[in-house]
């Protein structure tokens, strides 16, 4: 009993030694981590600062790159706002002003925390709706220096490019290159080589809510329907980019740039043109925003009901004022690709009067409806003289047939009109 308690005694004065014992180790960085962080962010901000001319910004939302890329012009300010050309934009001069910020976690994050409808379409819902794009308004700055950064996309991961404009580089008119391209066009391409000789064709005809993106579908001549492919492409400073290489006849392409008459004409990895270009044309039957404005007969109700309805200038380039709907006024967009939107949309100051679209089921007669703002129909030209138009499902939500004039705080509907036919324009 003794020993044990001079062993026991023994081991606790060897506990207290080895308690009592300290060791330096050399830090391994020369500052505390707070430093550090602070340090990255504000390289991260004198560099987003420095651009003087901007910055061109290509950005792909969702993780898929679904619909293709984005891009944009953005001029940082040191006290916290940022500038931002879009191609979303029917005129480059129509810019955005809003504020970002830069924080530090386990990276420096740039977030864009006050509402651009240019930097958040891509990721903001509607109340009725999730994140509809998978876009991201938060990125993770990797590296860069005063001609580029690198940023990534915390939700998608994907890699955002940030290329400092030059002096004679001037951002409105490259972002206005873009929207003139897209509108001056339809949705078909050709790619050809040497003496115009066709080898591919390519088409822009994804959709998705209403809205074309910068998606191209390629398919090669004598192939199956089956064996096209998609790819995913943004515009940059002198042309456009595809997020992937494409392979034709045994030859790989990925950057294109701008001829003086609006082709786009490939690249070799030197840089220097090639014999092979992308061709834009458009597509037999385009009708341009004039075009479609004056009075119409909306057929209904399987072809056994009408309603007179007249086109007004809206916003011009972009949409139309029509009346009426129940003693309503509503808006339809124009797209540059000559195809008209028609999407749920609130009618009145109180937001609680909304047409609805419907999904009507002709079997019960009973149907589900939505007041959701990307919800709606494409109203596709089939005619052009006379000027007509069907309703097509966007394909946001489950199958529509009808609109509805609906009050979301009483629950008490108005004007129906059920199985929607089509447009002819009388004048």
Not at 80 to 91: D, I, K, M
Not at 193 to 219: E, H, M, R
Not at 388 to 412: M, Q, R
Request: proline content about 4%.
């Amino acid at each position: 009993m003794k020993n044990l308690v001079y062993i026991m005694a023994a081991a606790a004065a060897a506990a207290l030694t080895a308690s009592s014992c300290t060791y330096e180790i050399e830090d391994v960085f020369p500052e505390p981590s707070s430093e550090r962080e602070n340090a990255k962010v504000l390289e991260c901000r004198d560099l987003l600062i420095s651009a003087e001319h901007g910055w061109l910004v290509q950005y792909f939302p969702s993780s898929s790159q679904a619909y293709g890329g984005c891009t944009y012009v953005m001029d940082f300010s040191e006290d916290g706002n940022v500038t931002v050309a879009s191609e979303l934009a029917s005129s480059a001069a129509d810019t955005r002003t809003s504020h970002y910020s830069l924080t530090s976690s386990s990276s420096v994050i740039l977030t864009f925390d006050t509402y651009n409808d240019y930097i958040h379409y891509w990721s903001d819902p509607d109340i009725f709706a999730e994140n509809l794009y998978g876009g991201d308004f938060e990125f993770a700055y990797e590296h860069g220096d005063g001609s580029e950064m690198v940023f990534r996309g915390i939700k998608t991961g994907n890699s955002i490019v940030f290329t400092a404009l030059t002096e004679d580089q001037d951002g409105e008119a490259i972002i206005q290159r873009i929207i003139d391209f897209k509108s001056r066009y339809n949705t078909e391409y050709d790619i050809v080589a040497g003496d115009n000789i066709p080898i591919a064709s390519l088409s822009a005809s994804d959709f998705a809510y209403g809205q074309l993106f910068n998606v191209l579908t390629y398919l090669p001549e004598g192939a199956e329907d089956w064996q096209a492919q998609k790819f995913p492409y943004s515009f940059n400073a002198d042309g456009i980019s595809l997020y992937e290489p494409l392979e034709v006849a045994g030859e790989i392409f990925q950057d294109f740039v701008f001829d003086a008459d609006g082709n786009l004409v490939a690249l070799d990895e030197n840089g220097e043109e090639r014999s092979v270009k992308i061709s834009a044309r458009r597509a037999d039957g385009y009708i341009g925003y004039e075009t479609f404005l004056g009075s119409y007969t909306l057929v209904y109700y399987n072809g056994s009901k009408t309603m007179d309805l007249v086109f007004d200038i809206g916003s011009y380039g972009e949409s139309y004022s029509v009346s009426d709907i129940g003693g309503y006024t509503i808006e339809v967009g124009w797209t540059p690709y000559g195809y008209l939107t028609l999407n749920s949309q609130p009618l009145d100051s109180s937001g609680s009067v909304y047409l609805c679209v419907w999904a009507l089921d002709p079997a019960t007669g009973r149907g589900s409806l939505t007041a959701g703002t990307s919800y709606g129909f494409n109203l596709v030209p089939i005619s052009t003289d006379p000027v007509a138009l069907e309703f097509v499902d966007n394909g946001a939500w489950k199958p529509i047939t009808s609109l509805l004039v609906y009050n979301l705080a009483t629950e008490a509907s108005g004007t129906q009109l059920p199985y929607l036919v089509g447009l002819v324009k009388n004048n």
